[in-house]
């Protein structure tokens, strides 16, 4: 579909209050239709990134050009978050219709891809990103944006309104925290 | 572990990253000093960050490179130049026949297969292709890797950054302005051909070793979109480097020249002070906007030790600078020609045009931006909303002459505040826990409403209404239904009871009533905001016609057809004056008058009317819209009440998609196609796919909009009447007894609602044999109706206890209740309807009761034609007829044409269960056309196993196990060979 939150935002500013009435559910589905859409796909090789369904989500959704940085950045964060949950509903359920379909560990790079070859690790990794949460929510956001939806430092750091340094810092301890959870 | 300790953790940590891996150790011992568990911690994190682990390096850049980069297109890698925000720069050569080029190859960190991408690099690539200057690095080539990453190819440049040539050659003064006036002959060049570069820094500014400027990266540039004059489309996301960025940048607003004015203005403060103007190293992108837009530079000259060269830039330069720094597109220089031009007169003793930036004038925009009251943060969204949403609200209040400009500035700025908030769920610090909820986000919306704008009604009126849509359209209907009850308060007491406004707030409230199921509070805020709404315009508006039109609906279900249609008519009238024939809530008022008529009995009316309603909208157009979604809805019912099943289908399940689409799936509106769609699959046959269909609605209704709401009805109903025609008719009466409960609790006893549940209702009954328990159902509708004026439910009526005479044998009185039947439908239908051709099978029927098949014959096929026109095979229904039709031909003595007519009923009966009682009947009916034919072996195993199935289902006594019983009689009487 072709909806268009920016034209939404545009048409609200023309005075069309319709235009309200289609802003949120558009933010929300877009990503669980296109991450769906690819998780349901059988053909590994062409499982996307987090990042290019979440690029593919914000073409969608948001004209480039139209848009500023800092939009598209609260844009990509809120989809970090609803990634992770899309993605950890995903894997939950084919962990639990493949029990024991012992796979070696191989270093998660493509979390769409994990979440269907390695159910049990994302699962993990969710948990781990939990504990991780109650010791530092920023941590746990940052392993989201970087993680789930593929953002780079800076657009981290747009996202979450810290500074890149930071991003950089707090991603060496969570990925290290997080390792160190998963390998135990 | 607490946060504090993990604080903790984390600093000993990263301490133990910074030193030597042999040193840690120590270094550990000393921090933890004596906490044993804390020294584990920091060291098995050191392990875990050392080891390969199941989380793996995430490249640095949102998209990862190909691991290995050989070539980008046909350039051959060399080495790498630099690394950007969006890019990493590559030194590469292109080998071709006796010559070799250099290049510097820009590859987009963004980027992947779009096609909209491509058309756009495209075109780019082509704009740039023509900005030819000397002073200008030329692109050479573009295009894609196969892996959807986009390049630049550019001329390769050898040089010093401006700023580096500036230091190591060690400029004075006047040779760096004379340096600086080519980098804006330049820049106005690059200007004058509509492109504006939108991130000049001395980097991207290079000087060669004989002095001469080229400026690189006008590809991150956009052309100037000539027919506006306005900076139109930029290339990706907006890219720029925060110390050289425009405030208007910084905060996402358009971009034009003057924005490359502002970055000229910085780096000629930067080559002239040796500073940057503003300092924002590692500051957050807020702190960012706020420094560029916010803070006012210190003059250059202060920023330089050396007392001769501060004297030199004291006064104009100081000026001038600060001139092409304006915070205000406005008010710096309008060109950067016209910056050049200030630098030459400042060069030749000329009095510069530049006037200093007045306190007064920085105070004066201070107390304008306070005034405003908005948030910092909303100031983003108000740019790209705030002016056009006054413009429209207040065109809708062009006949109000007050001064309402301030007032709607206020919203406007209100409603865009709420909305950056909504955009905000990203911020950790902003949201509850990690499960932020569209819901959440609204309720703290409202909360800042309710608590911040006390003082101002209006606008929380304003705000309110709006919001209760949102929260409508989410499904959160008793919400919506407070803010819009809040609303109409505010506006009742601001503008009084009978005003425009409370008018509006009523046909919203009334809208959450209808929404809700509640018909009768949805009527009465409907009948009072048309009644206000009439009283206060002199001319009937759209919205009153809107309020009539959805007012009608409600009438028309309640039974009220005479004052819906009145609605109907007068919302039609205003309608197609104000809007024309073309618009979709025309042909949905249409419908509604055109339903009315249907109702009435008026079935010509209604049908040419139907016919307009058709002819009036193309449901072709449109991308998903409520509005068009409705139109399909609309436009497949239209279809379905004119028998066009299979052209409706379609439509209503392109209605289902686009809801769904727009919706979330328990939506009403959602629920309401699914209910209209299951219904024409039912009546396609397909029961296989309307099943789920209807089941999916019916527990979404139930659970989201109550058991007791009219589409949890509708769906109940549908899904019995399906149950019903594949014979599971026990569960079919109790959802009916269900949904009569529902409605006798809600209309009382004897309200018309009821008649069309009662009459279904008897159905599953018939089947089940509880004869006399239909015909009570079936007493107690017809009595509901008008007894002057019969219409199409007193047939439906009659036709049940037809079918209950035929079944208790008393076929006389089934003779005079279908012919009170067939004397409606002569007046009433045309011979094609379904109704009619329902009453010709049952006619028919009774004929071959009689014995008279001769008589039966040629009904039958007219019957069986006029259905076989509208339902496509497999169709239980044609399989009726054509039962009907063989047992006929069977008893006028055509074995061999009753065979096949009856091998056609079996395959049109297929969607049936095999132990349902017509496929009994069939097999028994085969087995005596074969037996007719002299062939008893193959007879036998038909008549037995149909007798079989005919008895389990309508039991031992029944009319049509006896006559089955007969035939199986009639082979075993015949002598066996």
């Known amino acids: 579909?072709?909806?268009?939150?920016?034209?939404?935002?545009?048409?609200?500013?023309?005075?069309?209050?319709?235009?309200?009435?289609?802003?949120?559910?558009?933010?929300?589905?877009?990503?669980?239709?296109?991450?769906?859409?690819?998780?349901?796909?059988?053909?590994?090789?062409?499982?996307?990134?987090?990042?290019?369904?979440?690029?593919?989500?914000?073409?969608?959704?948001?004209?480039?050009?139209?848009?500023?940085?800092?939009?598209?950045?609260?844009?990509?964060?809120?989809?970090?978050?609803?990634?992770?949950?899309?993605?950890?509903?995903?894997?939950?359920?084919?962990?639990?219709?493949?029990?024991?379909?012992?796979?070696?560990?191989?270093?998660?790079?493509?979390?769409?891809?994990?979440?269907?070859e390695q159910p049990a690790e994302v699962v993990a990794l969710d948990e781990a990103l939990t504990k991780l949460e109650q010791l530092s929510e920023r941590q746990a956001r940052i392993v989201e944006c970087r993680f789930f939806a593929g953002m780079g430092v800076e657009e981290t750091a747009a996202a979450l309104d810290v500074s890149p340094a930071t991003v950089k810092r707090d991603w060496t301890t969570a990925r290290a925290f997080l390792n160190r959870e998963l390998s135990r | 572990m607490t946060p504090e300790r993990w604080e903790r953790v984390q600093e000993i940590f990263h301490a133990a990253l910074q030193i030597d891996p042999q040193e840690r150790e120590m270094l550990i011992e000393r921090e933890s000093a004596g906490d044993a568990e804390l020294a584990t911690q920091v060291a098995s994190l050191l392990e875990a960050n050392d080891s390969h682990g199941l989380v793996g390096a995430v490249p640095d850049t949102g998209i990862r490179l190909a691991p290995s980069l050989d070539f980008i297109g046909p350039y051959r890698v060399l080495r790498t130049l630099g690394q950007g925000g969006m890019a990493t720069v590559y030194l590469a050569e292109r080998t071709g026949e006796g010559f070799t080029q250099r290049v510097a190859v820009k590859l987009l960190r963004l980027g992947f297969a779009d096609p909209r991408l491509d058309d756009r690099l495209l075109s780019e690539r082509q704009i740039l292709a023509q900005l030819e200057h000397p002073g200008i690095a030329r692109l050479v080539d573009g295009g894609a890797t196969p892996e959807g990453q986009p390049y630049f190819a550019m001329e390769y440049v050898e040089g010093l950054g401006l700023t580096d040539y500036c230091t190591q050659n060690q400029l004075t003064v006047s040779?760096?302005?004379?340096?600086?006036?080519?980098?804006?002959?330049?820049?106005?060049?690059?200007?004058?051909?509509?492109?504006?570069?939108?991130?000049?820094?001395?980097?991207?500014?290079?000087?060669?070793?004989?002095?001469?400027?080229?400026?690189?990266?006008?590809?991150?540039?956009?052309?100037?979109?000539?027919?506006?004059?306005?900076?139109?489309?930029?290339?990706?996301?907006?890219?720029?480097?925060?110390?050289?960025?425009?405030?208007?940048?910084?905060?996402?607003?358009?971009?034009?020249?003057?924005?490359?004015?502002?970055?000229?203005?910085?780096?000629?403060?930067?080559?002239?002070?040796g500073t940057l103007p503003f300092q924002m190293e590692s500051a957050s992108p807020a702190e960012i906007e706020r420094i560029v837009c916010n803070t006012h530079p210190e003059r250059p000259s202060v920023r330089v030790a050396q007392k001769r060269v501060r004297q030199l830039l004291e006064g104009d330069l100081d000026t001038i600078v600060l001139k092409a720094l304006a915070k205000d597109p406005a008010r710096r220089y309008g060109s950067a020609e016209q910056l050049a031009d200030d630098i030459r007169r400042h060069l030749r003793g000329l009095p510069v045009r530049a006037r200093p930036d007045s306190m007064t004038y920085r105070l004066g925009k201070f107390i304008?931006?306070?005034?405003?009251?908005?948030?910092?943060?909303?100031?983003?969204?108000?740019?790209?909303?705030?002016?056009?949403?006054?413009?429209?609200?207040?065109?809708?209040?062009?006949?109000?002459?007050?001064?309402?400009?301030?007032?709607?500035?206020?919203?406007?700025?209100?409603?865009?505040?709420?909305?950056?908030?909504?955009?905000?769920?990203?911020?950790?610090?902003?949201?509850?826990?990690?499960?932020?909820?569209?819901?959440?986000?609204?309720?703290?919306?409202v909360e800042r409403i309710e608590r911040e704008f006390g003082a101002q009604p209006d606008v929380q009126a304003q705000v309110f209404t709006e919001v209760a849509r949102v929260y409508a359209n989410l499904g959160l209907l008793e919400r919506a239904e407070q803010l819009a009850r809040r609303a109409l308060d505010i506006h009742n007491d601001l503008h009084g009871p009978e005003s425009l406004e409370a008018s509006a707030s009523l046909d919203q409230l009334g809208e959450m009533h209808a929404i809700q199921g509640n018909n009768e509070?949805?009527?009465?805020?409907?009948?009072?905001?048309?009644?206000?709404?009439?009283?206060?315009?002199?001319?009937?508006?759209?919205?009153?016609?809107?309020?009539?039109?959805?007012?009608?609906?409600?009438?028309?279900?309640?039974?009220?057809?005479?004052?819906?249609?009145d609605m109907?008519?007068?919302?039609?009238?205003?309608?197609?004056?104000?809007?024309?024939?073309?618009?979709?809530?025309?042909?949905?008022?249409?419908?509604?008058?055109?339903?009315?008529?249907?109702?009435?009995?008026?079935?010509?009316?209604?049908?040419?009317?139907?016919?307009?309603?058709?002819?009036?909208?193309?449901?072709?157009?449109?991308?998903?819209?409520?509005?068009?979604?409705?139109?399909?809805?609309?436009?497949?019912m239209i279809r379905r009440l004119r028998e066009q099943y299979r052209a409706g289908e379609p439509l209503l399940r392109a209605a289902v998609s686009m809801r769904s689409a727009l919706y979330k799936a328990d939506h009403p509106d959602v629920i309401e196609a699914l209910a209209q769609w299951g219904i024409d699959l039912t009546e396609l046959g397909r029961y296989a796919e309307a099943e789920p269909v209807l089941t999916d609605g019916l527990e979404r209704s139930d659970r989201s909009l109550g058991v007791d709401h009219p589409f949890s009805s509708t769906l109940r109903e549908a899904l019995a009447v399906l149950e019903t025609a594949t014979g599971r008719h026990a569960e079919a009466a109790a959802r009916f007894d269900t949904s009569l409960a529902v409605k006798r609790d809600r209309y009382g006893d004897d309200h018309p609602q009821l008649v069309f549940a009662l009459l279904r209702s008897a159905r599953p009954l018939i089947e089940g044999g509880r004869l006399s328990e239909a015909e009570a159902r079936l007493d107690s509708a017809l009595a509901l109706g008008d007894p002057d004026s019969r219409g199409v439910s007193d047939l439906l009526g009659l036709s049940s206890k037809v079918q209950i005479e035929l079944r208790?044998?008393?076929?006389?009185?089934?003779?005079?209740?279908?012919?009170?039947?067939?004397?409606i439908a002569r007046d009433q239908l045309r011979e094609s309807?379904?109704?009619?051709?329902?009453?010709?099978?049952?006619?028919?029927?009774?004929?071959?009761?009689?014995?008279?098949?001769?008589?039966?014959?040629?009904?039958?096929?007219?019957?069986?034609?006029?259905?076989?026109?509208?339902?496509?095979?497999?169709?239980?229904?044609?399989?009726?007829?054509?039962?009907?039709?063989?047992?006929?031909?069977?008893?006028?003595?055509?074995?061999?044409?009753?065979e096949h007519t009856l091998h056609s009923a079996q395959s049109e009966l297929r969607e049936l269960p095999e132990w349902h009682w017509e496929v009994g009947e069939v097999e028994s009916l085969l087995g005596a056309a074969l037996l007719a034919q002299g062939r008893p072996e193959e007879a036998l195993p038909l008549l037995e196993q149909g007798l079989e199935t005919v008895r389990d289902y309508r039991g031992p006594g029944s009319r049509v196990a006896v006559r089955a019983e007969r035939r199986l009689a009639l082979v075993r009487g015949s002598s066996p060979r």
């Not at chain 1, 590994?44 to 939009?71: F, M, N």
């Not at chain 2, 009465?524 to 039109?549: C, F, K, N, W």
Request: proline share 4%; aromatic share 6%; hydrophobic share 45%.
């Open chain 2, 808 to 823: 208790r044998g008393r076929l006389r009185a089934a003779d005079s209740l279908l012919s009170e039947a067939e004397s």
């Open chain 1, 1 to 116: 579909m072709g909806s268009d939150v920016t034209q939404v935002l545009i048409e609200l500013g023309q005075g069309d209050r319709a235009a309200l009435d289609r802003l949120l559910p558009l933010v929300y589905d877009e990503l669980r239709r296109l991450a769906e859409g690819q998780l349901r796909r059988e053909r590994v090789g062409h499982t996307l990134s987090p990042t290019a369904l979440v690029h593919e989500a914000y073409l969608k959704l948001v004209q480039l050009d139209r848009i500023d940085w800092k939009g598209r950045a609260h844009f990509f964060g809120a989809c970090a978050h609803s990634m992770r949950r899309i993605l950890i509903s995903y894997a939950r359920m084919k962990k639990a219709n493949k029990r024991g379909a012992g796979k070696e560990h191989v270093p998660i790079e493509n979390v769409v891809l994990a979440a269907q």
């Open chain 2, 568 to 636: 109907f008519t007068q919302a039609l009238e205003t309608q197609r004056q104000l809007l024309g024939d073309e618009r979709p809530e025309v042909a949905m008022t249409l419908f509604g008058l055109a339903a009315t008529f249907h109702d009435r009995g008026s079935f010509d009316e209604a049908e040419q009317l139907f016919q307009n309603a058709l002819a009036d909208y193309d449901v072709a157009r449109g991308r998903p819209h409520p509005m068009a979604a409705t139109a399909l809805l609309n436009v497949g």
């Open chain 2, 833 to 898: 309807h379904r109704y009619t051709l329902m009453l010709g099978r049952e006619r028919a029927e009774l004929f071959l009761e009689l014995d008279q098949p001769d008589q039966a014959v040629p009904i039958l096929q007219r019957v069986l034609e006029g259905e076989r026109a509208v339902r496509p095979p497999p169709h239980p229904r044609v399989g009726s007829t054509l039962r009907l039709l063989g047992a006929a031909y069977l008893a006028q003595g055509k074995g061999e044409l009753a």
């Open chain 2, 521 to 565: 509070a949805a009527v009465e805020e409907y009948r009072r905001a048309v009644a206000i709404r009439s009283a206060a315009l002199t001319q009937p508006d759209t919205l009153l016609a809107h309020i009539q039109s959805e007012l009608g609906f409600l009438l028309r279900s309640a039974g009220e057809h005479e004052e819906a249609g």
């Open chain 2, 175 to 273: 040779d760096r302005l004379k340096l600086f006036l080519e980098v804006c002959t330049v820049v106005h060049f690059a200007h004058q051909q509509l492109v504006v570069h939108r991130d000049l820094k001395p980097s991207n500014i290079m000087v060669s070793d004989d002095g001469r400027v080229k400026l690189l990266d006008f590809g991150l540039a956009k052309l100037l979109d000539p027919s506006h004059g306005v900076e139109g489309a930029t290339l990706t996301v907006p890219c720029f480097t925060p110390a050289y960025a425009s405030p208007e940048q910084v905060r996402g607003r358009q971009v034009g020249t003057p924005s490359d004015v502002f970055s000229l203005g910085v780096v000629l403060y930067e080559i002239l002070s």
């Open chain 2, 368 to 445: 304008q931006r306070n005034r405003t009251g908005v948030a910092a943060a909303a100031l983003v969204a108000v740019s790209l909303m705030g002016g056009t949403l006054v413009a429209g609200w207040q065109a809708r209040r062009a006949t109000a002459q007050r001064d309402l400009a301030a007032d709607e500035a206020r919203k406007a700025a209100l409603v865009t505040t709420l909305m950056v908030d909504l955009f905000r769920l990203s911020d950790p610090t902003a949201t509850l826990g990690d499960r932020v909820t569209a819901r959440e986000l609204l309720d703290r919306g």
